[in-house]
């Protein structure tokens, strides 16, 4: 349902990013302080709300709840509730999230649409307080499908997915879109708290 190739290089981009080309996401990020992202004595972590500046109404808490979620999961921080609890905060900021049409057929009819979530994020240090991490204008993206015709129900990525082969037969075309333009959008959040939590912690 979704180009397995581009979605692969897309996320191997934003981690070669994060680690070798600052520029890659426009403004980029710096690093403030040592050289390593996490001080080796951060125990807790404190997810701030983050700001939603995106036209997506209550998108800023779908993704400051998957971010929390990939750290309890994880384990390897304790997730607090309380700021002044923790050792190191993670806030944001929501930029947009759009959807551009990337593949049409010969008569013009969409194919596939592109969804794509701009944000940043800041990690810093509680006490004292300083800035360990900051992303400026990161982007991922997810490609959804935006017609039956372009669904390969037989490929291992729609076999792992929310639809069955005769579900995709009973939509039209723009309740299949709809679907999985909602899909895309939770993928997108799970990949960013993903691909975050494997920055902060691969120096660690």
Known sequence: MKN??????????FLLAALLVPTFFGCGYQYVGESSLLPKDAKTIYVEPFVNRS???????????????????????????????ADVIVSGVVRSLDSNVVSVNQHDEVLQYESRLD???TLQRREPNEVLWRGQGLKLTEVYAGSRSAVVTTSAEFRTGNLSASDVRRMTDIQ?????RKNARSQLMEQFAKE?????????
């Open 119 to 121: 944000l940043d994020v």
């Open 176 to 180: 299949l879109t709809d679907t999985e």
């Open 196 to 204: 975050l939590h494997q920055r902060m912690m691969e120096m660690f």
């Open 55 to 85: 036209r997506d109404v209550g998108l800023e808490k779908e993704l400051t709840s998957a971010l929390r979620g990939e750290f309890y999961r994880r384990r390897q921080l304790t997730v607090v509730d309380q700021v002044e609890l």
């Open 4 to 13: 397995c190739s581009t979605n692969r290089w897309q996320r191997i981009g």
